[in-house]
């Protein structure tokens, strides 16, 4: 009997033990698939989710023989502000050597909104790539964090061309800014093939979106 508790009890926890990572297909200018965003499924941000998500990447690194490949992390800013989260990190960055390097993790902007976190911190020490989202205005210093990592911008893509042509402006001149600073630009929230053409007048490097490819769910472990 103890034997077969043992034997159930293991069961449970393996299930248990199991979260759903959302991987969106991430494609170049040229409209080529280019890497995934992988992102934690589950409604309710967690710290579990957030390292089964990145465990999950690093697995993928590994698998992959393109060295240039890179995968996109989204980690939301309710599980990256908790404490927890750096402890939880910390064996993943003892464990993923140069594989980190190939991690790009993507917050919203109000993570950095009072320094950066530790678990990000700890990512950028080790090698990974930093890229910022929901961006709600343009006052952070953009030099200052391409310095500590910063890579890539994601923005509304649609909305984006959307405000650039509605006041008459240079739709390039938001590349322009960040390719100076050596950051490139992601063009997302495409869903319409006449998306896909407005947000081209952006000089994207890369694009994504449900109406490139729809999201995949997959089963990982914590």
Excluded: C
């Excluded at 902007?109 to 320094?115: F, I, N």
């Excluded at 995949?216 to 472990?221: K, W």
């Amino acid at each position: 009997m103890p034997e077969r508790t043992e034997r159930l009890r293991e069961r449970l926890t393996n299930v248990q033990a199991k979260h759903k990572v959302r991987g969106l297909p991430i494609f170049d200018a040229a409209g080529n698939p280019a890497s995934l965003l992988l992102d934690d499924a589950a409604e309710e941000p967690s710290v579990a989710g957030s390292v089964a998500t990145l465990r999950h990447a690093l697995t993928l690194i590994g698998a992959g023989e393109n060295r240039d490949t890179r995968i996109f992390v989204r980690l939301p800013v309710d599980a990256i502000g908790q404490s927890g989260l750096a402890e939880a990190v910390a064996p993943l960055v003892d464990k993923a050597g140069d594989a980190l390097s190939r991690i790009a993790v993507i917050v919203p902007q109000a993570a950095l909104r009072e320094g950066t976190p530790d678990a990000l911190a700890a990512l950028a020490n080790a090698g990974a790539r930093l890229g910022l989202e929901q961006i709600t205005d343009w006052s952070a210093d953009l030099g200052a964090l391409a310095e500590q990592g910063l890579r890539y911008i994601a923005v509304d893509g649609p909305a984006m061309a959307r405000s650039a042509k509605s006041q008459k402006g240079d739709p390039t001149r938001l590349k322009t800014v960040l390719a100076a600073r050596g950051i490139d630009l992601i063009a997302a929230n495409v869903e319409t093939r006449m998306q896909l053409d407005s947000v081209g007048t952006l000089i994207p490097d890369f694009l994504a979106g449900s109406g490139l490819g729809e999201p995949t769910l997959m089963d990982v472990s914590a």
